[in-house]
């Protein structure tokens, strides 16, 4: 009998199940979505004669990369849409954040699931002709 290991892998069981909703917790928040990214792009006007070729200070500028279902697109904001899209985007980044987490929970609680499965098993009550077979 190996069930030395059981209570490990229950309390083990038991934390990753706690944190189960902390991980969740962008589910619970009520932000509009909006599927994108707020970033600063860094870039050369192109006139010659300006800061950005002479001291090598790129313009920058906000902009909001939208992810559409046919793809990626690029928008200059304002200050007040900055204010505006940031929190959405970030919100779509934390529910996406949380999907990614919650795929590696589901593997981490497969994995304890399977390590239980493998200390419960018994072939006790079996013939000795079935004892010798390997269990699926
Ligand atoms: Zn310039």
Redesign the pocket.
């Known amino acids: 009998m190996k069930a030395d290991k059981l209570p490990k892998l229950r309390q083990q069981l038991s934390s990753t199940l706690a944190a189960l909703k902390g991980l969740l917790g962008p589910a619970f928040d009520s932000t509009p979505i909006l599927p994108g990214a707020v970033h600063v792009s860094r870039h050369?006007?192109g006139?010659p004669q300006?800061?950005?070729v002479t001291e090598k200070k790129l313009?920058e500028s906000v902009r909001l990369q939208i992810r559409f279902q046919d793809g990626l697109t690029n928008r200059a904001l304002t200050e007040e849409q900055v204010a505006f899209f940031t929190p959405r985007a970030e919100a779509y980044r934390r529910l996406r954040q949380a999907g990614r987490a919650l795929r590696k929970w589901e593997k981490e609680v497969h994995q304890i699931l399977e390590s239980i499965e493998q200390e419960r098993r018994s072939t006790e009550g079996l013939s000795d002709e079935d004892q010798k077979r390997p269990l699926r």
């Open positions: 050369r006007c006139k300006c800061r950005c313009h």
